[in-house]
Structure formats: structure tokens, C-alpha cells
């Protein structure tokens, strides 16, 4: 079994930053895919961004091109989100997660699941 916990949120202003930090335990997750998904009030977990299991690889949602980066260090089993130029929009409860498959943008293939942290953003 694998277990991830994620760290780094908090409140930020507009326009400010966070890194998020998910590590992993129980079991290496050197050889999954690792992701990033939020969750908002009211609306469904969607995804933000993955990165393959070498690094090599890394996918976005469209709305966050360009501001977040996901960066893994797999010597510590811990993937990273850096927020860059948040906006109010990005408040929510973000997840990583952990696909044994390929990197996906899927939900459902996702293995295992941190228990989230929060990001609030104010405008």
C-alpha cells in the first residue's frame, strides 16, 4: 500500500505563490505516475497536472499552463506543485495521487489518493 500526504497550502493573495509537496510512503512510488487534482466547493475533483514516473513527461490543465509546474524527486518519493500568479479561481482542496499506469489525466486510473490540503486564495 502506498500513502501520500500532501503539504504547502495555505492562504496566499492573488498573484502570490505556494508549493505543494505530496510524499509518499509505505511503498516506492518510483514507478508511478504522479498527479495533482482540486477540488472546489461544489464542483467535481478535477485534474490539474501529471508528470510520468522518469520525469520526462508532464501534462496541464489548460488553466494552469504557464503558472504551475509539477516536479517530482523520486530519490525522496515526493512530488511538488509550484503556484505561481494564483488566482481566486485556484481555491480549493488539492489532491496527489498516484497511477500505477501510464501518466494520465484520468481519475478513475489513480491508484491511490493523499487526503488533500487546502489552498485559499483571496482577491
Known amino acids: 500500500q502506498v500513502q501520500l500526504v500532501e503539504s504547502g497550502g495555505g492562504l496566499v493573495q492573488a498573484g502570490g505563490s505556494l508549493t505543494l509537496s505530496c510524499a509518499a510512503s509505505?511503498?516506492?512510488?518510483?514507478?508511478?505516475?504522479l498527479g495533482w487534482f482540486r477540488q472546489a466547493p461544489g464542483k467535481e475533483r478535477e485534474f490539474v497536472a501529471v508528470?510520468?514516473?522518469?520525469?520526462?513527461?508532464?501534462h496541464y490543465r489548460d488553466s494552469v499552463k504557464g503558472r504551475f509546474t509539477i516536479s517530482r524527486d523520486n530519490a525522496k518519493d515526493t512530488v511538488y506543485l509550484q503556484m505561481n500568479s494564483l488566482k481566486s479561481e485556484d481555491t480549493a482542496v488539492y489532491y496527489c495521487?498516484?497511477?500505477?499506469?501510464?501518466?494520465?489525466?484520468?481519475?478513475?486510473?489513480?491508484?491511490?489518493w493523499g487526503q488533500g490540503t487546502q489552498v485559499t486564495v483571496s482577491s
Open positions: 509505505g511503498r516506492t512510488v518510483i514507478s508511478y505516475a
Open positions: 495521487a498516484a497511477a500505477s499506469n501510464m501518466a494520465t489525466m484520468v481519475l478513475h486510473e489513480y491508484d491511490y
Open positions: 508528470i510520468s514516473y522518469s520525469g520526462s513527461s508532464t
